[in-house]
């Protein structure tokens, strides 16, 4: 359960809990950050000549998620949460999910979910200061119950500059700007996967804020 104290979130690791709440109000502070309740986002990368479009629709409220990526006008992929079930499509094959793995991707309905990790049950920890490509960061450790996954938090301006771990792989965040409501989003991204051939450049091209979706939007 997510714990409040002077309008912070209150991690039983203090540290952690500073680097949380100072990525927080870096990014436009809590109360912005709360007042998301639904997105659209729209990326773009390039594999082998081919433009890849990755669109995401969330909706915190109802806990309802879509993810498609495209290439060349079809669907190859998309992730559906609603109506409390998760799936995947690929290929012509349906994977239904099971409550443990909805419950994890269901966090992604939340542009910044790091305010809400003690709502999903996640464990955070302080691991430490390090450089990452000649800058000063503090690392966190997130566990949840798919793996554990490492955080690295600018010191100078309090960002998230990459996150790493076995089962998400790598994630470096840059060019943060501006996306209304008084908060910054990172849009661009460098995806490091063993499932991936190369490094994947995406690029956010969209970004709306608290959109009105129609059930046919989670289909």
Do not use: C, W
């Given at each position: 359960m997510?714990?409040?104290?002077?309008?912070?979130?209150?991690?039983?690791?203090?540290?952690?809990?500073r680097?949380?709440?100072?990525?927080?109000?870096?990014?436009?502070?809590?109360?912005?950050?709360?007042?998301?309740?639904?997105?659209?986002?729209?990326?773009?990368?390039?594999?082998?000549?081919?433009?890849?479009?990755?669109?995401?629709?969330?909706?915190?409220?109802?806990?309802?998620?879509?993810?498609?990526?495209?290439?060349?006008?079809?669907?190859?992929?998309?992730?559906?949460?609603?109506d409390?079930?998760?799936?995947?499509?690929?290929?012509?094959?349906?994977?239904?999910?099971?409550?443990?793995?909805?419950?994890?991707?269901?966090?992604?309905?939340?542009?910044?979910?790091?305010?809400?990790?003690?709502?999903?049950?996640?464990?955070?920890?302080?691991?430490?200061?390090?450089?990452?490509?000649?800058?000063?960061?503090?690392?966190?450790?997130?566990?949840?119950?798919?793996?554990?996954?490492?955080?690295?938090?600018?010191?100078?301006?309090?960002?998230?500059?990459?996150?790493?771990?076995?089962?998400?792989?790598?994630?470096?965040?840059?060019?943060?700007?501006?996306?209304?409501?008084?908060?910054?989003?990172?849009?661009?991204?460098?995806?490091?996967?063993?499932?991936l051939?190369?490094?994947?450049?995406?690029?956010?091209?969209?970004?709306?804020?608290?959109?009105?979706?129609?059930?046919?939007?989670?289909?």
């Open positions: 997510v714990l409040l104290v002077s309008g912070t979130l209150a991690l039983a690791d203090q540290d952690a809990k680097v949380i709440d100072t990525y927080i109000a870096a990014v436009g502070g809590e109360e912005a950050v709360k007042s998301v309740t639904s997105s659209f986002v729209r990326m773009e990368t390039e594999v082998q000549g081919m433009t890849l479009n990755i669109t995401a629709k969330a909706d915190v409220k109802n806990e309802r998620l879509y993810q498609g990526t495209e290439m060349a006008g079809n669907i190859v992929q998309k992730t559906i949460v609603n409390g079930k998760a799936r995947i499509e690929a290929m012509g094959q349906v994977q239904e999910l099971d409550a443990e793995t909805m419950g994890n991707i269901v966090t992604q309905t939340y542009l910044f979910p790091e305010l809400f990790y003690e709502d999903f049950g996640f464990e955070v920890k302080y691991v430490g200061k390090e450089k990452l490509d000649g800058k000063d960061v503090e690392v966190l450790e997130v566990s949840t119950s798919a793996g554990s996954f490492k955080e690295y938090y600018s010191v100078e301006s309090g960002l998230k500059l990459l996150t790493s771990g076995d089962v998400v792989g790598e994630t470096a965040f840059s060019e943060y700007k501006s996306i209304g409501n008084g908060l910054i989003y990172p849009h661009s991204l460098s995806i490091k996967n063993p499932m051939p190369m490094t994947m450049e995406m690029k956010v091209i969209e970004l709306k804020l608290n959109v009105t979706f129609e059930d046919a939007d989670f289909n």
